[in-house]
């Protein structure tokens, strides 16, 4: 037998633990851990020393402006879940099960035992990496924590990379303008509003002095956060080699697409992975794209074999004549409903702003929807989701 699997379980209660004070031997820690913000904390080595068998919490932790440059404190951890412990206030104002945020000085996590994150309903996000300029992800760490539920890191570094990561250093989201050339993965949602008199060729090409032309989408394989298209003039959205999209928009669903009067045709023949989809089943929301009336075979049978389809209006039939064959021993209608047939219930978020849950219950027109609610696109500065919020 090893060490590790010798070693006693031995349960610590504190809920806002002062680590100074833990007892030495902490397996399993029932309480919130706060380090940096204004409190005032121990010695490192103190630190390091008091966590160095901790394997569980039930809580969540918290480490913002600290002077850390890695958190190998925190490498034995294998499993954290939300708590509320004693007073919930505790678990900081951001409401994650981990938060860190504004470490300018970080550079690692080193967080090699963590293999479960879990989530609840009162949790905003389970591991929350905001604001760390330094701080870089292997490729090993961010797949690990893309198997977790509502992971957040927009625009986050990559340590040594194997693919072509794009970031954008004043964090906005990506659209039109800003989508380098030869982007394989976006760090942050696509999001399309408002944009006028861009068709196929110019959107999907990106041409260098008129002389270059490169297809910006074609190289795309991964998408870490939603594609969102709303009262564009896009007239297609081809993306032949995507293959996993990661939501870090769950208000919304994966791909919200509403209002675009002259989108015809769109490609994701390779979409095979969505780890994490957010509040709703949609892989696909659309509505009001009336000339959107048809999905190629292969887009259609990936989008099924994912989740559920939501469309409207004259796309009722998007994927009737295509998918004959794709779900033999399944009926599609459960995959398959109307925009129509859709209530969108009001909820006060955070910061009270009016985000909405999407049911398929009750019955709503699209003028109903088009009164009252309207596609925020704001970044919102505590935790710049997107949202759809209550107009005047």
Request: hydrophobic share 35%; net charge negative.
């Amino acid at each position: 037998m090893n060490q590790k699997s010798m070693q006693i379980t031995v349960d610590c209660y504190c809920p806002l633990c002062e680590l100074d004070k833990l007892p030495d031997n902490c397996t399993t820690i029932h309480g919130h851990i706060q380090m940096g913000l204004e409190s005032t904390m121990p010695p490192f080595e103190i630190i390091e020393y008091k966590l160095q068998n901790v394997t569980t919490i039930f809580g969540c932790i918290t480490i913002a402006n600290s002077g850390f440059t890695t958190l190998s404190i925190l490498s034995n951890l294998e499993t954290i879940q939300y708590s509320q412990t004693g007073n919930s206030s505790t678990c900081s104002s951001y409401g994650n099960i981990i938060t860190i945020a504004k470490n300018s000085l970080l550079r690692r996590l080193y967080f090699t035992s963590l293999k479960k994150v879990i989530v609840s309903k009162k949790s905003e996000y389970g591991i929350y990496l905001v604001d760390n300029p330094s701080l870089c992800l292997t490729e090993n760490e961010l797949e690990q924590f893309m198997e977790t539920e509502k992971f957040y890191a927009p625009h986050i570094r990559i340590c040594d990379p194997t693919r072509n990561y794009c970031r954008l250093d004043n964090f906005d989201f990506f659209d039109e303008t800003n989508i380098p050339t030869g982007c394989q993965v976006l760090t942050d949602s696509l999001v399309l509003n408002g944009t006028k008199n861009i068709n196929e060729t110019d959107f999907q090409s990106r041409c260098a002095s008129r002389v270059k032309n490169f297809m910006r989408l074609n190289d795309i394989e991964q998408i870490m956060g939603s594609i969102i298209v709303f009262e564009s003039d896009v007239v297609s959205l081809r993306f032949p080699n995507l293959w996993r999209i990661y939501n870090y928009q769950p208000d919304l669903p994966v791909i919200f697409l509403q209002d675009n009067p002259y989108l015809a045709d769109i490609e994701l023949s390779n979409l095979s992975s969505i780890p994490y989809f957010g509040k709703y089943p949609d892989v696909l929301f659309a509505f009001s794209n009336p000339l959107l009336t048809q999905l190629s075979l292969d887009t259609c049978e990936n989008l099924y074999k994912l989740g559920q389809i939501t469309i409207g209006e004259m796309a009722d039939s998007i994927c009737d004549n295509s998918t004959s064959s794709v779900l033999p021993n399944q009926d599609q209608s459960q995959n398959h409903t109307t925009a129509t047939s859709s209530e969108f219930i009001v909820e006060t978020g955070k910061g009270g702003s009016n985000s909405t849950t999407l049911s398929s219950v009750g019955k709503v027109s699209y003028q109903e929807i088009r009164k009252k609610f309207n596609l925020d696109m704001s970044i919102l500065k505590a935790g710049r989701h997107l949202t759809i919020r209550r107009t005047t």
